[in-house]
C-alpha cells in the first residue's frame, strides 16, 4: 500500500524552479504480487487510480504543464504505475507523444474491460511484444495524444 500522506510531503508541487517532473512515477505493485491472480491485480491497479486522482487534486494548481497518466503493462503488474511529466533540466522529452497501434491482439479481455470502467482515455501500445495501455484524462493537463 502507497503510504500517500509521506508520498505528497516529497513531491514538490510548488512550481519554484526546483518543481519539476521527469517520467516520475511510482508503482503500487512493485514486487509483482497482481500477477498471481486477478483479485489481486485488480487491487493494485484500483489502488493506481485512486493515486491518479490525488495527483490530479494536487495538480490543479500547479502553474506549468504537465502530463499525468497510469502505465499498465497487460502480462506484468510489476510495471504498473502512476507518471507525472513536465518540462525538466534533463532531458528535452516533453511532452511524450504516444502513438497508439491499431490491430493489438488483446491477451487480457478482462484486464481491458476492467481499465475501461474508469472512463479514462486509453492508448493501447506494443513493446517488445508487449501489449502496454497508457491512461490518461484527455481535458486534463497535456494529453499523450490528440486523439480522444
Known sequence: ??????????????????SWFDL???????E??????????????YELFDLFNDCKLRLKSYPHEFQLFIFILEQDSSHDAVYIHTKNPNQNNFPLKIS???SIKIKDEKLYKYLKTFKLSILESIYE?????????HNFGIPLSEIT
Open 32 to 45: 509483482g504480487k497482481g500477477n498471481k491472480n486477478w483479485e489481486s491485480r485488480k487491487k493494485y491497479i
Open 24 to 30: 516520475w512515477h511510482i508503482h503500487s505493485d512493485f
Open 1 to 18: 500500500m502507497i503510504n500517500k500522506t509521506k508520498l505528497f510531503k516529497s513531491l514538490n508541487f510548488s512550481g519554484d524552479k526546483n
Open 129 to 137: 511484444n508487449e501489449v502496454q495501455y497508457f491512461l490518461f484524462d
Open 100 to 102: 497508439s497501434e491499431i
